[in-house]
């Protein structure tokens, strides 16, 4: 049984920094396309950035490239997301999620098969 299970959000000032993390279980995790996802209320889920872990690919949205680093911890069961230079329009839900493999697809949602139930982050002005 695949689980993910989200950790790290808060409450931060614009400019702060945090680091979410998710441990993932239940399956070959060194296989799979590992993604962070976003919702903020009234908006759709957006992608944040992907990991193909078989192949070390990497995968960021427009806005927040420069600012979040998407990686791996040394077991490979966990991913990261640090967040810096963070804004209010980065207060938002946020997701991790995993399917079978990465491409230019990366940021689709409704492709990914596996869930994390979420954590929150909201950044103040």
């Known amino acids: 049984q695949v689980q993910l299970v989200e950790s790290g959000g808060g409450s931060v000032q614009a400019g702060g920094s945090l680091r979410l993390s998710c441990a993932a279980s239940?399956?070959?995790?060194?296989?799979?396309?590992m993604g962070w996802f976003r919702q903020a209320p009234g908006k759709e889920r957006e992608g944040v950035a992907a990991?193909?872990?078989?192949?070390?690919?990497?995968y960021y949205a427009d806005s927040v490239k420069g600012r979040f680093t998407i990686s791996q911890g040394n077991a490979k069961n966990t991913l990261y997301l640090q967040m810096n230079s963070l804004k209010p329009e980065d207060t938002a839900m946020y997701y991790c999620?995993?399917?079978?493999?990465?491409?230019?697809?990366?940021?689709?949602?409704?492709?990914?098969?596996?869930w994390g139930q979420g954590t929150q982050v909201t950044v103040s002005s």
């Open positions: 999620a995993a399917k079978n493999w990465c491409g230019s697809n990366w940021y689709r949602s409704n492709e990914y098969n596996d």
């Open positions: 239940g399956y070959a995790y060194s296989m799979y396309c």
């Open positions: 990991i193909y872990t078989g192949r070390g690919n990497i």
